[in-house]
C-alpha cells in the first residue's frame, strides 16, 4: 500500500508491522509522534500491544528492557535529551542481549536550547553497544524499523538496534511511502521466540546480576564477537528483505564511485540532497561520486576499504562534533585507513548541526574544497556555513 | 533574529509551493494535502512544514514540492514558483514574495481584486477563502479554517494539481466535515478571480 506518512509514522508502522507486544514511551520532540501514532493504532484495534506511559525516557528504557528480558517484542522511540537521559541504561540492555529496536528522530543537544537536526544524540551513544542505522528517507525508516528487529533477535547477535530518522527533515516531513502487507512482514520476521532464560514468575531466575573481574571480559567479549558477526547478519538480512520486498540496502552504498576523485561520505537524509548535486556535477564532467553510510555501528570497514583505497580524497560530511578531535565518522573512517598501504586522503566537513540546512551550497563548499585538497593540503577538520567571523570576535581572537 | 541566510545556487526542475498562515489555521495540512493530491494525480511530492516551534496564532510556513520524477532534495525551499497566503494580515508584517521566482503565482485569502495589490511582476489570484469557510461552518467567526478553500483557489490559479484530486485528497484527509471541506475548495475555485 502506497501511503503518504511522515518519518516518525514510518517508525510506528514499523512497530506495527513487526507486531511488537511492549511500547513504553515518553514524549519528546521530534518524535512524539511516535508515541501518538502507536496509540491511535491501539485505540482503533489495529494494533495488539500494551503501552506504557512512563515519568521519563530513563523509565521508559527501564521498562522496554523488563519487557524484553520477558521475551516479547520490544519497541520505542526517543530523541536528543531523552536519548542522553537513556545512557546508562542502554549499556544494561547491551549488556544483557535483550533485542530492543529503538527510533530515534535525530536532534541536536542543549545549549543552547535546539529542537532540529543533527547526530549529535546517536553519536553520543556509540559505545553503548547497540547497532546504529541511519535513514535517507521515510521509506528507509520504515524498512529499517522492520529489519532491525530481524537483525537484532537473530540468535547469532541479539543486540539492541538503534533506527536513526532526522528530526523534522524525515521526522515531520510527508512523502510517499509504500508500506508493505502484513502477512508479508509476518513471513520475514516470523515469531520472536527467544531460545534463552526469559523472566517468568513460573520459572524464576536472575537476569543482569553481578559481574565479577572473573567473568566481566568474557560478557565484554561476547558483545564484541556479537557485533562482529552482525556485519554478515546485516548483509543476510539486507539480501532477503531485498528479494521479499524488492528494495535494496547495504551498509554502504556507493553511487558514482567509478573512476571519482572525490567522494563525499554521508548519513541520512543529507544524503538525497547530495545525490543530485553529484548528478549535476557529473553532467558537468566533475568526477564526484557518493558514497551512503547506512550503517554507523558496526562500521562497516570491510566494505569502506574495498571502495576508497584508490579514491584521491575522500569528504566526509557529517552533522556531529566531537570537541578536541573533529566528527566521529571522520575519526573512524581515518582510523578505519590507519593501517593501510593503500588509503585516500580523508578530509571532514562539519554541516547541518541543529538544523542548518544543507542546501547546495554548502556542498559546493565541500567540492571546492575537496578539490583543493586533489593539490595540496588543507585543513583535516572544516566547519562549512558557519559565521565564523562573529565567533572569532566573540571569542577575542578577531 | 538574525539568521546566517543562504541562497540556493542552483535552479531546480520540480514545483515548490510555499504556504503563509497563522498557527491553527492549517498551512501545514494544506501543503500535506496537496502533495497527497499531487501524488494522486500520478507526480511525486513531498511537504514539510517550517522546522520551528509552533505557537496559535504566530506566522507559520509550510512547503510542498511536485515532481514528475522522484525527489531527491531535502533542503528547504528558497525560490517557491507559487505562494499561497492563507492570512492577508500577514502581508502587513512580512514580504511573502520573498525569493518567489519570476512571474511566480500569488493566491491570497482576501476581498479584495487582485488588481488592488502592487506585488510587481508576479501573477496575483483573490479568493474570499474566509466568507467560504464560515459559509460552511468550517471554524469560528473569530478562527476560520480556510486552508481547504484556499487549495481550491490554488487548483484555480495554478493548475498543475488539478480541483478533482484535490477533492478527493480533502475527502481523506481533512480531520473533520470532510464534505464540508470539500464543497468550500470546490466553492473557491469557482470564485477565485485572476489577475492575468
Known sequence: MKAMIRGNESIAYAFKLARVKVIPAYPITPSTLVPEKISEFLANGEMDAEFVPVESEHSAISAAIGASAHGVRVGTATASQGLALMHEVLFIASGMRLPIVMGIGNRALSAPINIWCDHQDMMSQRDTGWMQFYAESNQEGLDLGIMAFKIAEDERILLPAMVGIDAFVLTHTVEPVDIPEQKDVDDFLGEFVPHYVTLDPEKPATLGSFGFPEYFMEFKYGQWIAMERAKKVIDEVFEEFHNKFGRKYSKVTPEFLEDADIVLVTMGSMTSTTREFVKKLRKEGKKVGLLKLTTFRPFPKEELRALLKDVPVVAVVERNISFGFGGAVYAELAATFANESKKPKIIDFIVGLGGRDITFKTLNEVVGIAEKALKEDVDEVNWIDVNKEAVLKAEGLL | ?196
Open chain 2, 1 to 196: 533574529m538574525v539568521r546566517f541566510k543562504v541562497k540556493n545556487i542552483i535552479t531546480l526542475t520540480m514545483y515548490e509551493v510555499r504556504f503563509h498562515g497563522r498557527g491553527g489555521q492549517g498551512a501545514v495540512t494544506a501543503a500535506n494535502i496537496l502533495a497527497i493530491a499531487a501524488v494522486k494525480q500520478g507526480f511525486y511530492a513531498q511537504s514539510f512544514p517550517y522546522f520551528g516551534v509552533e505557537r496559535r496564532g504566530a506566522p507559520v510556513q509550510a512547503f510542498t514540492r511536485i515532481d514528475d520524477k522522484k525527489i531527491d532534495v531535502r533542503m528547504n525551499v528558497y525560490n517557491p514558483d507559487a505562494v499561497v497566503v492563507l492570512d492577508p494580515s500577514l502581508m502587513d508584517v512580512i514580504d511573502v514574495t520573498e525569493g518567489l521566482k519570476e512571474g511566480g503565482i500569488i493566491v491570497i485569502n482576501t476581498a479584495k481584486k487582485p488588481e488592488e495589490f502592487n506585488l510587481g511582476n508576479y501573477k496575483v489570484a483573490t479568493v474570499e477563502a474566509t466568507k467560504i469557510a464560515l459559509e460552511h461552518k468550517l471554524g469560528s467567526m473569530a478562527a476560520p479554517i480556510v486552508n481547504t478553500a484556499i487549495l481550491g483557489a490554488y487548483a484555480k490559479a495554478v493548475g498543475n494539481v488539478k480541483i478533482e484530486y484535490v477533492l478527493e485528497a480533502i475527502r481523506e484527509n481533512a480531520p473533520a466535515k470532510k464534505e464540508e471541506n470539500a464543497l468550500a475548495a470546490k466553492d473557491a475555485y469557482e470564485q477565485t478571480v485572476l489577475g492575468w
